[in-house]
């Protein structure tokens, strides 16, 4: 089944920095990759997502790149602010495996005022 | 975009006893949901795939008899956690799939087993 790692687990950055969060997938079946923002007790909430067909996509502050051929994509935040501190997943899907996402073990940001 | 009410949001029980928990997805049909635990810090363990109309299918591991699910329309799904154990606890949410195939998600249930 498809394999989803996702780096850094923490990730601690001055507000106005950008972050950097990276996940690779091993199957190449994977078609599209979402992302999702968890607050503490609270629900995912997709933030941004890529298919397979296109390499970067971009929304204001956040875009994700994705390389099929190296099998990993990322999410990128710019200019990071407070609020955008909390637990971000990334997740691998392949439409052929009944829909189902695999998610990345996450990555807690933490942006300092 | 569509919600998703899971219902209850926190719920304790007894050793023992069972707990349902519900999926609805209120603005849209869904044939599809899927039901996830989450360990505190940790990511979303999928546990079933609910399919309306048939039978649930399980992630490896996860007991069938243990967590019963039940898809009985296009917006309900509910997941009943049967004789209870302080180790069921967890957080557990739902995901149902829109029109377009995104994921939206319940905003899940703290289930406290004492």
């Known amino acids: 089944g498809e394999n989803v790692e996702q780096h850094p687990s923490t990730l601690s950055v001055q507000e106005g920095d950008s972050a950097v969060i990276k996940c690779t997938y091993s199957?190449?079946?994977?078609?599209?990759f979402p992302w999702y923002k968890q607050e503490l007790g609270k629900r995912p909430q997709l933030i941004i997502d890529?298919?397979?067909?296109?390499g970067e996509k971009k929304d204001q502050r956040i875009a994700v790149t994705l390389n099929k051929t190296a099998k990993h994509f990322s999410l990128h935040i710019t200019e990071t602010q407070p609020e955008d501190s909390a637990v971000y997943f990334c997740a691998a899907r392949k439409m052929a495996a009944g829909n189902k996402l695999t998610f990345g073990g996450g990555t807690r940001v933490l942006v300092k005022p | 975009g569509a919600v998703v009410s899971q219902h209850p949001s926190r719920v304790i029980c007894k050793s023992g006893t069972s707990v349902k928990i519900e999926c609805r997805s209120l603005?849209?049909?869904?044939?599809?949901m899927f039901w996830y635990r989450q360990f505190p810090k940790q990511s979303l363990m999928l546990m079933a795939t609910s399919n309306e109309g048939s039978k649930a299918t399980y992630e490896q591991g996860v007991e069938k008899d243990k967590f019963l699910i039940n898809h009985a329309s296009l917006t309900l799904s509910t997941l009943t956690v049967t004789s209870a154990h302080p180790e069921d606890s967890s957080f557990y949410i739902c995901?149902?799939?829109?029109?377009?195939?995104?994921?939206?998600f319940g905003q899940g249930t703290r289930l406290t087993v004492v």
């Open positions: 199957d190449s079946a994977s078609n599209y």
């Open positions: 603005d849209f049909q869904a044939t599809t």
């Open positions: 890529i298919r397979s067909n296109v």
């Open positions: 995901s149902a799939l829109g029109g377009t195939l995104e994921a939206f």
